[in-house]
């Protein structure tokens, strides 16, 4: 069974982690997309009563290869009992990622998002995180098209 929600006097304990990923070397660079999914996770940890003391970044690493594929992602899935993200597509672009990513998880940890103000404890919140997922793969692959086309 998935652990609860820890209270804040319980935190010494949890092990709290945020992930945050951006997909161009640029991207990375510039420390912008970063500081932002920073910022928001941070702020998600004071609001759970979670002490967020650790980050797992993959920098420059693309959302369509999965999570257990990138340096940081893998050792996130292994270490930690609550990962907050900014958004669900820094899990990953391909739904398929972002599912399996949440299955491996399910049973250990708690997930967070901080846009989508979602739980994967419940039922509803496993159906929404599927559509979330198809979402973020919709607009991936409508970017992509949007690129080929342009001329």
């Known amino acids: 069974m998935k652990k609860s929600v820890q209270k804040p006097m319980e935190a010494q304990q949890f092990r709290v982690a945020a992930y ?5 070397e640029e991207q990375a ?5 970063l500081a932002a999914q920073k910022d928001k996770a941070r702020a998600m ?3 759970t009563g979670w002490d967020e ?6 920098d420059g690493v693309s959302g369509t290869i999965d999570i257990i594929d990138r340096p940081d992602g893998k ?3 292994e270490d930690i009992d609550a990962v907050i993200v900014a958004a669900l597509d820094r899990i990953g672009r391909k739904a398929v990622y972002m599912l399996n990513f949440v299955e491996k998880i399910d049973e ?7 846009k989508e103000s979602l739980d994967t404890s419940t039922a509803t919140g496993r159906f929404v ?6 979402l973020a793969e919709l607009e991936r692959d409508t970017i992509s098209e949007r690129t080929v086309a342009a001329p």
């Open 20 to 24: 945050l990923r951006v997909s161009t």
């Open 75 to 77: 050792r996130l899935i």
């Open 45 to 47: 940890a004071v609001v």
């Open 108 to 114: 250990q940890v708690e997930l967070i998002s901080c």
């Open 29 to 33: 660079e510039s420390g912008l997309g």
């Open 53 to 58: 003391r650790t980050l797992y970044i993959d």
């Open 129 to 134: 995180l599927r559509m979330f997922a198809s």
